[in-house]
DNA sequence: AGCAATATTGGTCAAACGACCAATAATCAG
DNA sequence: CTGATTATTGGTCGTTTGACCAATATTGCT
């Protein structure tokens, strides 16, 4: 019994930066990147500020790594629930209805201030443009199952992507400012956009 | 000469405060929302820290100010750009045109830092959503005029603006990634759906 | 002219942050 | 088993921030 209180503990370094990550990523989506601090999120994982550090000596790395994470994890998510055997024209509606779900809220406010804070953040930014591309891949590839299964009109299957997530973006803004008037106009614009995007009738993708 | 350095002026209080947010208004254009601090505006004016807090107890208020001045400023130096006296297609030309406009890029971020910041700041996110709103009521304005003169195919101008605006507000965070092919991607899809939106010819409102 | 009000100064204060560092102890290689 | 490595601790340091305050000087009112 050398300490009562808390015995130190040491974990292999790979584990122990994941776990850093994951509880970052937990902050982030929780709080905002703002507060993604060294402190709490050594508090979050009940050890000292400087450990957080010595994985991430600078902080920056940290809010990269804590957006990709979080990001790519609620996309891996979406993407998992998807039934590889179901009509294209299913799959797509089973992701714009994840993405606009009322519970979209958090990820949208993380993507928010992702945007923001490329300004002053170098790493973030090709953090982010980079969980922009998986996003963009993962779309295109619905988008060419559909097109090859000749229900999706699209020429450009690489452009019409560009501009879904365009205008899924503008959705998030909206989802910020909690107007839910706006927020239910505004969805509504996306599906019948969107729709019209792949060549569907302006109802198809309504859920 | 009591003092050679710098002789002591006072000025009357509702010409200082609104100098002090129009400083503070230069420093968010061009520097962004974060960097938006007390003493940095004191700086640009050449006073005393103090002299700012004293204007303004609470800080968030300067911030929600030097937004409102901003976002203000812009955009009634694009309506009053406007002829009155030109038809209304020529006018959302032009309108169109100046948002999307390259120089538009100091603007995009500072909505852009506007809506992250919405998230710790009440008095913020009331000016903010004020601001969408008066840029929403001129939208609507434009467009009721097109409607009377025929020329816009509308059934519901105010819906139509809540869309053409939301739009706008995902090529907003486009300009943010400053991905030209992007970028250029987005503002087609803006120019063809607003036109559409209006009942237009997909070109109709291209420059 | 004299007085009240207050704009303006100059300074302090505590909080929070990232970065840094020496000391300790757990782990692993030889 | 022994020594090298390094994960982890606990603490300091300088910076920046918003807030606060007493003292001073200017303005406006009577």
């Given at each position: 019994m050398k300490n009562a209180i808390e015995p130190k503990k040491r974990k292999p370094p790979a584990e122990r930066r994941e776990e850093i990550v994951a509880a970052a990523s937990r902050l982030a989506v929780a709080e905002g990147l703002e507060r993604l601090t060294l402190r709490r999120v050594a508090e979050e994982l009940g050890v000292v500020p400087g450990l957080v550090n010595h994985y991430f000596p600078v902080a920056d790395d940290l809010v990269a790594a804590a957006f990709g994470f979080a990001a790519a994890a609620e996309r891996e998510a979406i993407f998992r629930g998807i039934?590889?055997?179901?009509?294209p024209l299913a799959q797509m509606r089973y992701i714009m209805a994840h993405l606009l779900d009322d519970s979209a809220d958090a990820t949208s406010l993380l993507w928010l201030d992702a945007w923001q804070a490329t300004r002053n953040r170098p790493l973030l930014r090709a953090e982010v443009a980079a969980q922009m591309r998986g996003w963009q891949d993962a779309m295109i590839s619905v988008i060419r199952r559909g097109v090859a299964a000749g229900v999706f009109g699209v020429a450009d299957p690489r452009r019409a992507a560009m501009r879904i997530m365009a205008l899924i973006d503008g959705f998030s803004v909206q989802a910020a400012m909690r107007s839910q008037i706006v927020y239910d106009a505004v969805r509504d614009l996306v599906f019948e956009t969107v729709a019209r995007e792949l060549g569907l009738p302006p109802g198809a993708l309504r859920p």
């Open positions: 039934d590889p055997l179901a009509p």
